[in-house]
């Protein structure tokens, strides 16, 4: 089945540090593939999506790159702010069936320190 | 705004007490989820709907029921059978369950046990 693993948190940062979160994956085929991020006791928001090999995703400074001969999607921000503390899950679908809906990695917290 | 609605924004649950949580959306999409999250944790699927009158179990669907009576709701029941139901219940939509689109997230329950 599809499956997503991400770095494991918390990554603790300083304001204006580069980030990057790894996120790798497994799937059938060829799957879109997500960001989001969840700020303290709220829903999950999309960040930026890639739906094809070689797509670069990008929002608020923040990018990642579908990357199919190495089955990444790893996002990267050159300089954090403090407002970027939360937590972040990459995700896929594949919308030639068979899969439940998103399928999510555990998320990595990330807190960015003044 | 087109979005998802969920409500109460925190609730609880007294021992052998069913509850319901609402979740509504205008955006006209088809596909309707429920997930459950628990601190420091990824999402888990409940249940799942592609359309009005259908709604399929995710991965931990035991304790939990659901209908879809109509295309705009798709309320999640707790049910007493949930013996560790804290935690944090977010609903989703997407245009069509076979999609590659990214799903719309709610701001989410938070549920307790008295």
């Known amino acids: 089945g599809n499956s997503v693993t991400q770095m494991e948190g918390p990554v603790t940062l300083s304001e204006e540090a580069f980030l990057t979160i790894n996120c790798t994956y497994t799937a059938t085929g060829y799957p879109s593939l997500f960001w989001y991020v969840q700020y303290p006791g709220e829903g999950l928001q999309l960040l930026l999506k890639a739906t094809k090999a070689d797509d670069k995703g990008s929002n608020k400074g923040f990018e990642a790159t579908y990357r199919k001969e190495t089955t990444s999607f790893h996002l990267e921000k050159g300089s954090v702010q403090v407002s970027d503390s939360a937590v972040y899950f990459c995700?896929?679908?594949?919308?030639?069936?068979?899969?439940?809906?998103?399928?999510f990695g555990k998320g990595t917290h990330l807190i960015i320190q003044p | 705004d087109g979005g998802i609605t969920q409500s109460p924004k925190y609730l609880f649950r007294k021992e052998g007490q069913n509850v319901t949580l609402s979740c509504e959306q205008n955006l006209n999409h088809d596909a309707m989820y429920w997930y459950r999250q628990d601190p420091g944790q990824g999402l888990r699927l409940i249940y799942y709907?592609?359309?009005?009158?259908?709604?399929q179990k995710g991965d931990i669907a035991e304790g939990y029921s659901v209908s879809r009576e109509k295309k705009e709701s798709f309320p999640l029941t707790v049910t007493s059978a949930q013996k560790n139901p804290t935690a944090f219940y977010l609903c989703a939509s997407n245009i069509q369950h076979y999609s590659n689109q990214p799903q719309h997230f709610g701001d989410g329950t938070r549920l307790s046990i008295l």
């Open positions: 995700a896929l679908t594949y919308s030639g069936g068979g899969a439940d809906g998103l399928t």
């Open positions: 709907s592609q359309i009005v009158n259908d709604f």
